[in-house]
């Protein structure tokens, strides 16, 4: 079946280094490709989405293309803040069903001042 | 602002009491969806709606039930709390079924069970 894996964490970065958070998919048909980001004590919310193969998903400052080829969905920033101290997560829409999304397991990211 | 709310945050319970969990959405979002998230495992699908009284197995719906009887509402029933279904659980809801469709989440309810 479709499945996400994403990099391990926790990811420690100092504020203002280049962040770049992996993540692959397996999956049959053409699946949308998001990024969500969980704030600590809150619930998840879309940081980006793409939905054909290279799109470009970009959204404060972060960007992740869909890459058909190597079947993955990098998220980068070039420039992190303690603010950006989350846990991200890494999804895709099993078949055309929206709402139905896989996981990849998250990586938690730390940034220090 | 649209909004997931999830009534309780945090709940003790004890093995073998039955559990609700209730979500209210105000956005007239036709789908609902019960997440459960467990560290190293991502979120995994419990339960999802796509109407009012309709109902959909997810990939780990043992020992769950749900119930949608109004469309803002979605109920996530343990029948028999077990210690293994100590969790983090997340209701979400979308407008529609569109493969790009994006999820509203809740802030979540954290679940001991004892």
């Known amino acids: 079946g479709d499945s996400v894996t994403q990099m391990e964490g926790p990811v420690t970065l100092s504020e203002e280094a280049f962040l770049t958070i992996n993540c692959t998919y397996t999956a049959t048909g053409y699946p949308s490709l998001f990024w969500y980001v969980q704030y600590p004590g809150e619930g998840l919310q879309l940081l980006l989405k793409?939905?054909?193969?290279?799109d470009k998903g970009s959204n404060k400052g972060f960007e992740a293309t869909y890459r058909k080829e190597t079947t993955s969905f990098h998220l980068e920033k070039g420039s992190v803040q303690v603010s950006d101290s989350a846990v991200y997560f890494c999804?895709?829409?099993?078949?055309?069903?929206?709402?139905?999304?896989?996981f990849g397991q998250g990586t938690e990211l730390s940034v220090k001042p | 602002d649209v909004k997931v709310t999830q009534s309780s945050r945090y709940l003790v319970k004890r093995t073998g009491e039955k559990v609700f969990l209730e979500c209210v959405q105000d956005?007239?979002?036709?789908?609902m969806f019960w997440y459960r998230q467990d560290p190293g495992l991502g979120l995994r699908l419990i339960y999802f709606s796509y109407d009012v009284k309709m109902k959909e197995k997810g990939d780990i719906p043992e020992g769950y039930s749900v119930s949608r009887e109004k469309k803002e509402r979605f109920s996530l029933i343990l029948e028999s709390a077990s210690t293994n279904q100590t969790s983090m659980y997340l209701c979400?809801?979308?407008?529609?079924?569109?493969?790009?469709?994006?999820?509203?989440f809740g802030a979540g309810s954290r679940l001991t069970v004892l």
């Open positions: 793409a939905t054909k193969a290279d």
């Open positions: 999804a895709l829409t099993e078949g055309q069903v929206g709402g139905k999304l896989i």
């Open positions: 956005m007239d979002h036709e789908n």
């Open positions: 979400a809801s979308s407008l529609s079924m569109s493969g790009a469709n994006v999820l509203t």
